[in-house]
Structures are given as C-alpha cells and as structure tokens.
C-alpha cells in the first residue's frame, strides 16, 4: 500500500467544519499487490483546517480543474464503516431490552452529521423508545391488576 506524492492543494468549502474557502490537501491513495499493480485506488481531501479526512470521488488532478460548486459535489464527509453498521443493527435489535438501547444510542451518537445514517440511527432510537415504552406499560399493568397469590 502506498499514498500518491505530497498531493495538491486546494481551496474547499469543508463540509465537515463548515468552514469556507479553507486549504486542502487532495490525494490518492492506491492499494498494491506483491507484484506492483494497483489493486484499488481511492481519492481522498484533507481539510488543512480541521484534519478532517473527505472522501473525494474525483482524482486529484481532476478537482484542481473544477469549479467551486463542482468540487463540493464531490467530496464528502467519510462515514466510518462501524458507524454505519450500528446505524442497520439499531433497526434491527431495536426492540431488544437493553441491548438495543445501546446499541441505537451509540450509533446515534457516532452519526451525528446530517444524513441518511444519522436518519437510520434515529429511527432505531425510536423504535427502541417505543418498544422499551411498551414494555414500561406492560410491566405496570401486570403490576396493578395482576393476579396476587
């Protein structure tokens, strides 16, 4: 595995600190095998700001060429692959006692940028809620007009 050289700089309007105008560093990163072929290649922008790693889906070269609004098309905060994992696995433990509560608080709490994982992770807060709140009901009814031996 190796990094391309140094890489570019450019100008950015950093998505992950909300920061306008900012430098950058845009790179490449490619993945070998023994033999020397790029296997996978990956292009990535660091905010010089923030040290926010963004994931870029245009190479290098290709975002010095672009325009402001071209280049905030392609470049994205990265979302790491555990957060997104937890945001599903809330939807689906969710009704879980205990567990599911956990689970759906930690991946609320590891997407918290605006997005369609955050919005996962909320609805597997909910359904937490709800299914917790149902059990909390169900627990006092049994409580109250249980039978007593």
Request: aromatic share 8%; with cysteine; charged share 15%.
């Amino acid at each position: 595995m190796n990094e391309s050289p140094p890489g570019s700089n450019i100008f950015i309007d950093c998505p992950a600190c909300g920061r306008n105008h900012v430098q950058a560093r845009a790179y490449a990163y490619q993945i070998t095998n023994e033999v020397g072929i790029v296997v996978d290649q990956t292009f990535w922008v660091e905010c010089l700001t923030c040290r926010a790693q963004l994931l870029s889906s245009a190479h290098p070269d290709d975002l010095m060429r672009m325009d402001k609004e071209a280049r905030q098309a392609v470049i994205t905060v990265y979302i790491p692959l555990v957060a997104r994992a937890l945001a599903l696995l809330s939807l689906l433990v969710g009704c879980f006692p205990m567990v599911g509560g956990a689970v759906a608080l930690l991946a609320v709490s590891l997407n918290r940028r605006p997005g369609f994982w955050r919005t996962l992770s909320w609805i597997g807060l909910g359904i937490t809620v709800l299914s917790h709140g149902t059990l909390a009901v169900m627990i006092i009814v049994q409580a109250i007009f249980g039978t007593k031996p």
